[in-house]
């Protein structure tokens, strides 16, 4: 069944803190794997997008790793700023088609 | 960036009416729309794929005659919410895809709340 599975559910982190997001997935066929930020109310806005070949990839404060052979992924976030507080998803897209298997989410709150 | 926007944002209407929801790519020429629903604190539920110019692709569960979705161009896309019901009070949100596999640029939402 293909699923994907991020961790941890919520999560709060002083301001100007590190923080690491996990997402598992059990996905085939595996196309691409993306993480999005989605503010409350708000589309979500991507963050990244990787293959099967890539292993990071940054956006600013975001680091996105993958790991294809355990099937991890995980976004980690530097220096965290109150306007990082959003939901963030990962994304894990099938080949041959559309086809696109969400996470549920991991809600991050960012205090001061 | 690319920008997607939608129509209205915000919509209150009685049970039995029909809503429709527009989706725009403002910079872009989307080859592919996306229509998810999202209930709070869940995450996006993708109802169906559209192509400018043909059917759309429903996911399973999603009545086709119920959620009329219309890709008229390649920079606008509709769904219609017929006779709604309060159980379709939602969180709405439209994507578009330039080429596939490419980034896909999400709209703002729409909330339809059903009285």
């Known amino acids: 069944k293909n699923q994907v599975e991020q961790s941890p559910q919520s999560l709060i982190i002083l301001e100007g803190k590190n923080c690491t997001l996990q997402c598992n997935y059990t996905v085939s066929p595996f196309s691409n794997l993306r993480w999005y930020k989605q503010d409350t109310g708000r589309g979500p806005v991507s963050l990244t997008i990787m293959t099967f070949s890539e292993n990071t990839k940054s956006n600013g404060r975001y680091t996105a790793t993958l790991d294809a052979d355990t099937k991890q992924s995980s976004l980690h976030i530097t220096a965290s700023q109150l306007s990082d507080s959003a939901s963030y998803i990962c994304?894990?897209?099938?080949?041959?088609?559309?086809?696109?298997?969400f996470g549920a989410g991991t809600r991050l709150f960012v205090k001061a | 960036g690319a920008v997607v926007s939608q129509h209205p944002s915000w919509v209150i209407c009685k049970s039995g009416t029909s809503v429709k929801i527009e989706c725009r790519s403002l910079d872009f020429q989307a080859t592919t729309m996306f229509w998810y629903r999202q209930f709070p604190k869940k995450s996006l539920m993708l109802m169906a794929t559209?192509?400018?110019?043909?059917?759309?692709?429903?996911e399973q569960g999603v009545e086709k005659d119920k959620f009329l979705i219309n890709h008229a161009s390649l920079t606008l896309s509709t769904l219609t919410v017929t006779s709604a019901h309060p159980e379709d009070s939602s969180f709405y949100i439209c994507?578009?895809?330039?080429?596939?596999?490419?980034?896909?640029?999400f709209g703002p939402g729409t909330r339809l709340l059903v009285l």
């Open positions: 994304v894990v897209w099938l080949t041959g088609g559309f086809k696109t298997i």
């Open positions: 994507s578009a895809e330039q080429l596939a596999g490419e980034t896909q640029y």
């Open positions: 559209s192509n400018e110019g043909s059917k759309a692709t429903y």
